[in-house]
């Protein structure tokens, strides 16, 4: 496995990323720029450090209270090879990928189009937060979002019904 990803680092136990104890992998490099943005540290494609899948599963692996990762960002599908090769990693071990994007879904469905990858990553993923950070509806009361716009969409049930189908975590839980 030779893919690599660039990452700006590594949340080894998260619990504010998603469903669960996550292990946050969080991205170099976003095009989106939005103003107010959490982790604009990540925005340069420059910066980070490059690590292999490898090494980020191997890391994984030391948790086994995990309930799965997260791609958080910068952008994750600006690198949809390597999230792809990880995100493969950890399906193959039984447990969850929750991915945030600054694209909304339908526009990540229409690159999917163009990029295998892109569709390989949403196919494997099972809750998407999509939809850029916007400061003027940012809401710190909001579950694992910053902005009202953003949306926590359930993957699995999205792709069955063929439709946007929100995620509800009293029915996950």
Not at 14 to 23: L, Q
Not at 147 to 156: E, K, V
Request: net charge negative.
């Amino acid at each position: 496995m030779a893919e690599s990803i660039r990452i700006a680092g590594i949340m080894r136990e998260s619990i504010v990323d998603g469903p669960g104890i996550r292990f946050a992998v969080f991205c170099q490099g976003c095009p989106h720029d939005c103003p107010g943005c959490h982790n604009p540290e990540t925005h340069d494609f420059a910066g980070g450090t490059e690590v292999s899948v490898e090494r980020l599963l191997k890391e994984f692996d030391k948790n086994p209270l995990l309930a799965g990762a997260t791609f958080s960002g910068g952008e994750p599908m600006c690198q949809p090879e390597g999230f792809a090769a990880l995100g493969r990693g950890i399906k193959e071990r039984g447990k969850t990928i929750t991915i945030y994007s600054g694209y909304t879904l339908e526009q990540l469905l229409r690159m999917a189009l163009k990029d295998k990858n892109i569709e390989e990553l949403l196919r494997m993923c099972d809750l998407l937060i999509d939809g850029p950070f916007v400061q003027a509806k940012r809401d710190l009361t909001l579950q694992f979002r910053g902005s009202a716009n953003q949306r926590l969409i359930d993957m699995p049930k999205t792709w069955k019904e063929g439709h946007i189908v929100l995620w509800n975590e009293a029915e996950e839980q």
